[in-house]
């Protein structure tokens, strides 16, 4: 079956309207009114249903818009404290063609809805120039996106003072280092103008449908006080949304318990910014009266499972943040566990890892698809916004997954197709994907792009660039120093526990 573009009705098998929470209803067809679904009923129509499976479009509550993934730039087997400088080991790019290829990956694995903490720059263009060019990246591949203006104003190279961290390094790196890492801070007013301005940008040129703009601190241990307050205030003032990190590692652990012994979550509350305008990326290492007061704010918080397997983070305690009433949602953070951006294939190995052991259950699929596909447009969109049904009236963004590739086997006509998804559903299974009744994936392809073509063009470009500039060669081999210099520095409590 191929949809046109425009169809005002999507016939299936099988339905996964609330997938955990109803079953699934078999011949349905799906009315689609503008940008919203109409009626859902038995379809009358003569034949059998075309074989297919629809569900909700998953949502990636946490990501960067990074087209190349960590094994490409030798990153492989960090940890994140040495891995994040590698994201600089290629040059700039057009960021138009990088974040079009990014989002295009991820509306081929079925997510409509995606966060953009937007921490690397491209460079080259004035900032408001880059945003346009990333927010009409996804108007062209169909996704909406948060774009989160990214916000910082210290520690550059580790979880401490700069010019203390470069006096720990072998001599031979320093300068380089400081080069390329030192941060240079920008008063705050100039931040928050530029998170202005973007926003106009947005409003004029009519891309709101697309895009919504918000705060993106970086995190605590890379964001003064003084910032954090005005962000808080800000945020208050004009309902934008925040988007940060917090206690992704445990080196940031040891560094939030020594720079805020009464507790790093409280430390966010006095200030203002825990908030259901809040979305917290990863909280690995966060302790259950911190979920407690994060559930009591009605903040978010982004699951990050296969990124915080590759960087050896940890594993989140996302059963204990149900537990506490916490609202938790799926990012893939450019790390899905293939580096390929495959939400179906995340959300069946989140399930795996926390559901629970024996006969005991800590996580239903219920819970697991308010993770994968209810939650995170609040991330995305803001806290009014929601997703993740198919009911009438709701946001008409659909996934349709290919029967006979799923149930290849096809035994039995009285298993629960849910069970099929959440045993082996993955991104090779899509075969079209709707974004507010438009058709934007069909056959695995991009619709509103060429992709293979943008794709190719960016390699090119990048390849070039990499010939033409030797010195990112050297850049590679320092890093692999830094690395080397920052383990012992971080294991032994040299980085981070001082507050002095």
């Keep these: 079956m191929s949809l046109a573009p425009h169809s005002d009705a999507v016939d299936c098998a099988w339905l996964l309207a609330e997938p955990g929470l109803r079953p699934a209803q078999a011949g349905m067809r799906i009315a689609l009114d503008g940008e919203r679904f109409g009626v859902i009923a038995p379809r009358d129509a003569a034949g059998p249903a075309p074989r297919l499976l629809a569900l909700p479009a998953r949502a990636n509550a946490h990501d960067h818009a990074r087209t190349f993934r960590s094994a490409t730039l030798g990153a492989f087997g960090q940890p994140l404290e040495s891995w994040l400088p590698f994201l600089g080991t290629v040059p700039g790019m057009d960021p138009y063609l990088c974040a079009a290829t990014s989002f295009a990956r991820s509306l081929r694995h079925g997510v409509a809805n995606l966060m953009v903490h937007y921490t690397r720059v491209q ?19 169909g996704v909406r996106i948060g774009f989160a203006v990214a916000m910082r104003d210290r520690h550059g190279i580790a979880y401490d003072d700069d010019a203390a961290v470069l006096a720990l390094l072998r001599p031979g790196i320093r300068d380089a280092v400081a080069r390329r890492l030192a941060v240079q801070p ?65 080196y940031q ?16 509350d006095a200030i203002g910014l825990l908030s259901p305008r809040l979305t917290l990326a990863h909280c690995t290492w966060a302790r259950p009266d911190e979920l407690a007061l994060i559930a009591e704010r009605g903040a978010t918080i982004a699951v990050n499972t296969s990124s915080n397997l590759g960087l050896q983070s940890g594993i989140a305690p996302l059963a204990e943040m149900l537990r506490q009433g916490c609202r938790v949602a799926m990012g893939l953070d450019g790390m899905a566990f293939d580096e390929d951006d495959d939400a179906l294939r995340e959300m069946r190995l989140a399930y795996a890892l926390h559901r629970g052991w024996g006969y005991e259950r800590a996580m239903t699929p219920a819970q697991l698809w308010s993770f994968a596909a ?22 008409a963004d659909l996934v349709l997954l290919d029967l006979e590739a799923l149930d290849d086997d096809a035994l039995f006509d009285d298993i629960d197709p849910l069970e099929l998804v959440l045993a082996r559903a993955s991104g090779r299974h ?42 990112h060669a050297q850049w590679r ?24």
């Excluded at 460079?123 to 591949?141: I, N, S």
């Excluded at 509103?448 to 073509?453: L, M, S, Y």
């Design 123 to 141: 460079g080259g263009m004035d900032y408001v120039d880059e945003a346009r060019a990333v927010a009409r990246a996804a108007r062209d591949v």
């Design 186 to 250: 920008v008063e705050p007013a100039l931040q928050f103008a530029q998170v202005d301005a973007v926003a106009r940008m947005v409003e004029e040129e009519g891309l709101g449908v697309h895009v919504t703009v918000q705060y993106g601190p970086t995190a605590v241990q890379w964001c003064g006080t003084p910032l954090l307050e005005a962000i808080a205030r800000a945020s208050v003032d004009t309902g934008r949304p925040v988007h940060m990190h917090l206690l992704e590692t445990r």
């Design 253 to 268: 652990r040891d560094w939030a318990d020594a720079h805020h012994p009464g507790g790093i979550v409280r430390f966010l």
């Design 374 to 395: 209810g939650h995170g447009p609040r991330s995305v969109g803001g806290a009014l916004v929601s997703g993740g049904r198919i009911a009438t009236s709701a946001p």
């Design 430 to 471: 899509v075969a079209q994907v709707l974004v507010g009744g438009r058709l934007v994936v069909d056959a695995g392809r991009v619709l509103g792009i060429d992709e293979p073509a943008l794709r190719a063009e960016l390699l090119a470009r990048m390849r070039a660039a990499l010939a033409a500039d030797p010195s």
């Design 477 to 500: 081999r320092t890093l692999g120093a830094l690395a080397e210099d920052l383990g012992p520095l971080y294991r032994e409590g040299r980085i981070g526990r001082c507050c002095g």
